[in-house]
């Protein structure tokens, strides 16, 4: 008989619902909720309300398209956290109504163990996945970390933000910008046009494998500030160059502590992850670093980057096998460490 896994996320602003079977992902339907592009950021109140108008028939689509019933699933794995907790109670409680009503185990995943295990998710047999241990670099939205992977079920956070997530620099600068929310992949686009060296903005100083974000979004809104002073069309007419030197400087933010965690761990496999490892001057810098290191690089597909079921369901498939079911009354968290 086949292990099939239904995946459920609700942690921020997708509803995302997937279907894994014996390993291999059948289905992966995501709604990406467009009411918070006014507001400039998500609105967690309309967040829940979309996840509640969503979640039915994102799970309906994604058992049609894998062309599974809902009796034929084995088990529902859904993200407990962290995330905004009156999204995670739609997704916990949806998930929690379902396992009840089919009498089949419930899993509870970390949506951080997601991430990382989005490297594993499979559409065909022969996909190849990175062996242990690994590093992964997670930068999102909310946040920015150097995880240590061992295994599916043990991995340890070496570095991470104590301020600002890299995508928030990313979309704190591009609101400063007067670009739309999420400014992220709108700085990805303008920054391919411009020149990368022209703007210098201040880099920090942190311990370890840590990062840190919030200076560098200071020092871009002073120098904005400055030089709108001067010239008010200045935003509008260095607009590329702006995004092309905010760019690298996050990526050179990055790779400043993922080098040296590279070198001292020893690590032969480093996978990235997350809404900002979509981001294509990342992904270019993370692929020549590991060339240049000798490792090999694990760059995920568009798709599984930002938050998605996929990862959900995989996660959950581990866990499942390993017979890790989560008790009913188990409430969701807003916040973790991995
Ligand atoms: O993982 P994710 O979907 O969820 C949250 O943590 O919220 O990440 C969303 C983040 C946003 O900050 C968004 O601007 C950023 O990922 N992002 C990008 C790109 N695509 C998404 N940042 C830079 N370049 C991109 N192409």
Redesign the pocket.
Known sequence: MSDIILGIESS???TSAAVIADGLLKSNVIASQKVHEAYGG?VPELASRVHQQNIVPVVSEALRQAGVRAEDLSAIAYTRGPGLLGSLHVGTSFAKGMAIGLDIPLVDVNHLHG?VLSHFIKENPEDETPEFPFLCLLV????SQIVFVSSPSEMRIIGQTIDD?A??A??KCAKIMGLPY????H??RIASEGDPTRFKFSKPHTAGYDYSFSGLKTSFLYTLRDAVKEDADFIEKNRADLCASLQKTIIDILLSKLEPAIRETGVRHVAIG???S???G?RQAVSDLCGRLGVRAWIPARKF???NAAMVAMAGYYKYQKKEFCDLGLPPFARTTI
């Not at 999102?140 to 946040?143: A, M, R, T």
């Not at 999420?182 to 992949?185: A, E, H, I, L, V």
Request: net charge negative.
């Open positions: 921020c602003d997708d998500v991430h999102s939205g909310g946040n997530a995508g928030e990313f979309d999420p400014g992220g992949p700085i990805d997350g809404g900002v979509a981001n294509s990342v980057t930002t938050d």
